[in-house]
């Protein structure tokens, strides 16, 4: 495997998608990186047609009590995840999973 470092970062944060926004956002230095990415993600799906989760076991609760988004934005929002140890004869579900629309 391949280790990432600092220079591949770079390279990531200067390409464009093809509406030419960036394909990442870097936090600023001494920034809130919550703060900083909820306003991305707020501001970027009320100006397109694009529905935006944010991926975090996090509750936002700072966020929610200074009122940059409403409980009920962070629950409709956010996808939890949980990191499982696989055994080694697999996994398997019964159903598929499905993500919200």
Request: overall charge negative; aromatic content about 10%.
């Amino acid at each position: 495997r391949r280790a990432y470092g600092f220079k591949d970062l770079i390279a990531l944060a200067e390409k464009r998608n093809s509406d030419g926004s960036p394909m990442l956002e870097l936090t600023p230095s001494m920034a809130s990186d919550d703060h900083f990415f909820l306003e991305f993600a707020t501001r970027y799906e009320a100006e397109g047609d694009y529905p935006v989760r944010v991926l975090s076991n996090d509750h936002f609760r700072k966020e929610v009590e200074q009122g940059n988004i409403s409980a009920g934005w962070r629950d409709e929002h956010t996808i939890k995840y949980k990191f499982m140890h696989m055994p080694r004869s697999g996994l398997r579900l019964s159903t598929a999973p499905t993500l919200p629309e």
